[in-house]
C-alpha cells in the first residue's frame, strides 16, 4: 500500500482510541442536548458511524462530531415535536441543584440550549456552532444570549 | 440585548461542567451495546472496503479477460447454413468437412458466367417477390453482384426468424410451399450455376 493510500484509509485503531477518548464527553453533550441517556447513546454511535467513512479527512474530530451530535440532536427534537406522545427517559442528574439547571436547560427552545452547550461546555467557535445549527453565526450568537439569560433566570432568580 | 458579560460566560462554563460531570453516563456497553455497535460499524466499514476492493478486482480482471478474448477470437460471422438466419456468432474452429463444404460453395462464384450469376439473381428476386406478395414481410433481396462470398441461398433471408433454427426451418417450410415454383426455380437457377 502507498502512502497516499494510507492516508486515504483511516485507520481502525484511530478511530477506535477516538471513540474511547471522547465517548464520555461526547456522551455528556449529547445528554445535556436531548435529556435522555439512551437518546444520547444513539447520537453518539450515528456521529461515528458518519464520520468513519472520511475520518482522515476531518481536520478537527472533537469539533465534528459535536458539531454532528448537535445536528442529529436536532433531528431528534424535530420528531419529537412529530409525535409527542413518544416517552423520553430522563438522564441521571447527580445533584438537585445540578437537576434544577438541567431541567432549565431541557426548557430552553433547542436552538438556544445547544448554542449555549456547545459555546460554553464544548468550547466551539461560533462559526462550527452555526454549521451545525444551520443558521448563521449572528443566530448564534444572539441565541447563546437569550439562553443564558433564560437559564440564570430560572436558576439564580 | 445587552452583551454577554465575562461573569455570565464563566457562570456558564462553570455550571454547565458541573452539570456535565454529574450526568451519569451509561457504561460503554453496560449491556455491551454501544462497544458492539461501535465494532459492527467499524466491521461494516471494512467489510465495506474489502467488497469494493474485490469488486473493483473483478473488474479489473474481467476487463483484461474480454480484451484477451477480443484479440484472440475473430470478428463475429453471418450464420451462412441456414437460408433464413441472420444472426451472428463467434465461429469455432471448422471441421474438415466443413472446409470442403466451404470451399464447394463458394468456388463457383469467382468462374460463374456472367449469364449464370444474372439466371440466378433473377430466380432469387422472383422467390423474394413471391415471398412478400405471400405475407412474408422481412424478405431480403438477392445481391446482384453475388460477391460476398455468400451461398446464393443466402440471399433471400427470412430475418425475423432467425431466433431459432426450429422456427427458421418451419418459416422456411412454409415458405418454400406458399411459393413452390419460385422456390424450385430458383433452386434449378442455383445448381445450374454451380455445377458449371
Not at chain 2, 64 to 80: C, D, Q
Not at chain 2, 182 to 192: F, R, S, Y
Amino acid at each position: 500500500m502507498t502512502t497516499t493510500e494510507a492516508q486515504a484509509q483511516p485507520t481502525m485503531s484511530e478511530v477506535e482510541h477516538a471513540f474511547q477518548s471522547q465517548r464520555d464527553s461526547m456522551m455528556r453533550t449529547a445528554m445535556l442536548l436531548v435529556g435522555s441517556a439512551e437518546e444520547a447513546e444513539d447520537l453518539v454511535q450515528e456521529a461515528f458511524a458518519r464520520a468513519l467513512p472520511k475520518w482522515d479527512t476531518i481536520r478537527d474530530p472533537r469539533s465534528y462530531l459535536n458539531a454532528s451530535v448537535a445536528h442529529g440532536a436536532r433531528n431528534i427534537y424535530r420528531s419529537r415535536a412529530r409525535d409527542a406522545s413518544r416517552p423520553v427517559a430522563p438522564a441521571e442528574v447527580a445533584t438537585d441543584s445540578n437537576r434544577d439547571l438541567h431541567d432549565s436547560l431541557l426548557r430552553l427552545p433547542y436552538r438556544q440550549r445547544a448554542a449555549v452547550v456547545l459555546r460554553y461546555y464544548v468550547g466551539l467557535d461560533d462559526s462550527t456552532i452555526a454549521r451545525a445549527l444551520g443558521c448563521t453565526r449572528s443566530t448564534v450568537r444572539s441565541s447563546v444570549r437569550r439562553g443564558l439569560q433564560q437559564l440564570r433566570e430560572e436558576v439564580e432568580p | 440585548m445587552s452583551k454577554i458579560n465575562e461573569s455570565d460566560a464563566e457562570w456558564a462554563a462553570k455550571r454547565l461542567g458541573d452539570l456535565g460531570a454529574s450526568l451519569e453516563i451509561p457504561p460503554p456497553g453496560g449491556d455491551d451495546h454501544l462497544g458492539n455497535y461501535t465494532t459492527e460499524v467499524i466491521e461494516s466499514h471494512r467489510r465495506r472496503r474489502v467488497l469494493v476492493g474485490v469488486a473493483a478486482m473483478a473488474v479489473v480482471v474481467l476487463g483484461v479477460g474480454a480484451f484477451l478474448a477480443g484479440r484472440t477470437s475473430s470478428t463475429p460471422v453471418k450464420v451462412a447454413s441456414n437460408p433464413g438466419a441472420q444472426a451472428t456468432t463467434t465461429p469455432s474452429t471448422p471441421t474438415a468437412s466443413e472446409l470442403a463444404q466451404q470451399a464447394q460453395d463458394n468456388a463457383w462464384k469467382p468462374q460463374l458466367p456472367l449469364a449464370s450469376r444474372k439466371a440466378v439473381y433473377e430466380a432469387q428476386l422472383a422467390w423474394a417477390q413471391c415471398l412478400r406478395s405471400n405475407g412474408f414481410a422481412d424478405v431480403t433481396d438477392p445481391d446482384p453482384n453475388f460477391g460476398d462470398g455468400n451461398t446464393p441461398a443466402m440471399h433471400v433471408g427470412i430475418q425475423s426468424f432467425s431466433n431459432s433454427a426450429d422456427t427458421d426451418a418451419q418459416t422456411y417450410a412454409r415458405a418454400e410451399a406458399a411459393c413452390t415454383v419460385e422456390h424450385q426455380t430458383m433452386l434449378d437457377a442455383v445448381k445450374a450455376a454451380t455445377s458449371k
